[in-house]
């Protein structure tokens, strides 16, 4: 059976160019297209469509509006269909926070490469939304849950790095994991599968929630304590040793693994820079973007963590990284944020939480 989908979006024009790259996919059927909620309401009745996309501005109703009513009475798999503002950006992550599971940004560009990329991207994530049961997330982000303490002696913390990668339904994770960890803390790098602009707006909401000061990574930036960097959108983030310290490289050299940024090339950076001294978490999302690296990190000396399949929207980096046998530790993300206080705390010669 072809997973069923519903499109709602007000531009006709992009009305057509969803349906038909949509179309495209053996496995996906468009069953309908809605010109705004209201009419998106009667057609989730009427066709009982799989997975839905949905358009953030709309009229006679914004997407997010009708996105917290449908995940309060009839939660279903949503991708969000975003354009590259700001405006958009910041809705699309509070869509996120809905209950949306993924997000994917409308081409900027008309040419023929460029719709083809976002055709395969936004089959691939509409498969693995349709697979998702929403049911269990449609009541509205976790809650932070208890805060952990960070070491006393401000010095366990020199040459250490933490690197956390994450796809698909990664955001909500991260933002639990870092909202569990205090400001005596290692540098911490993030890789998060995300569009330009929208991570600079992830990286400024992180830091509004947070006690740790969070910010979108910029090139040769000096990496301190107590700050959590978020690679940008479009570019590599990697991580070089300046004498006793560490600076952030950020480039835009060609996608690894499909992914720019991408999970592998920060991990194996981490991996060469803090040694022993690093550890890394790799969480939900599809596809092995990160499993070499993570694996690289562990040979190493680093410490390694993934997240467990019951608490991943999708199970599929963590899965392929445990499948390798360099995972030291399979965790929910409350688990994985205290894993890393442990291990900091320890120390690389200290038995790594095991």
């Not at 997973?3 to 996919?25: C, F, K, T, W, Y």
């Not at 608490?311 to 205290?338: H, L, N």
Request: aromatic residues 4%; neutral net charge.
């Amino acid at each position: 059976m072809p997973i069923r989908v519903l499109i709602v979006e007000d531009s006709p024009v992009m009305q057509r160019l969803l349906a038909d790259l949509i179309g495209r996919g053996p496995d996906l059927e468009v069953v309908g297209v809605a010109a705004d909620p209201y009419e998106a309401r009667a057609l989730v009745k009427a066709l009982k469509p799989d997975v839905m996309t949905l358009d953030v501005e709309m009229p006679r109703m914004d997407g997010i509006t009708f996105l917290e009513r449908l995940m309060r009475l009839h939660p279903m798999p949503v991708v969000m269909v975003s354009s590259l503002t700001e405006r958009d950006a910041e809705a699309s992550l509070r869509a996120l926070e809905l209950g949306a599971l993924d997000v994917i940004a409308k081409p900027r560009a008309p040419d023929g490469q460029a719709l083809a990329d976002f055709g395969v991207s936004i089959a691939e994530k509409l498969r693995a939304a349709a697979r998702v049961a929403v049911a269990a997330r449609a009541d509205g982000p976790r809650p932070a849950g208890r805060m952990l303490e960070g070491p006393a002696d401000k010095r366990l913390l020199e040459g250490q790095l933490i690197a956390i990668g994450a796809s698909t339904g990664g955001t909500e994770v991260v933002r639990e994991i870092l909202q569990r960890l205090p400001r005596e803390a290692p540098p911490i790098l993030i890789v998060q599968h995300m569009p330009e602009m929208f991570t600079r707006m992830f990286a400024k909401r992180l830091n509004d929630q947070c006690r740790l000061a969070v910010c979108e990574a910029s090139d040769r930036q000096k990496l301190e304590p107590g700050h959590a960097y978020i690679a940008p959108g479009n570019w590599h983030l990697s991580v070089r040793r300046s004498g006793k310290a560490f600076e952030a490289r950020v480039e835009q050299t060609e996608p690894v693994n499909r992914h720019r940024p991408s999970v592998d090339v920060l991990f194996g950076s981490v991996a060469a820079a803090a040694a022993a001294g690093a550890t890394a978490a790799i969480l939900t999302g599809m596809g092995g973007d990160g499993a070499e690296g993570l694996r690289k990190i562990k040979a190493a000396g680093g410490y390694t963590l993934a997240q467990d399949e019951a608490s991943c929207v999708v199970f599929g980096m963590p899965k392929i990284a445990i499948e390798t046998g360099c995972v030291d530790r399979v965790a929910a993300p409350a688990g994985i944020a205290e894993r890393i206080m442990q291990r900091i705390i320890e120390g690389p010669r200290g038995g790594g939480a095991n």
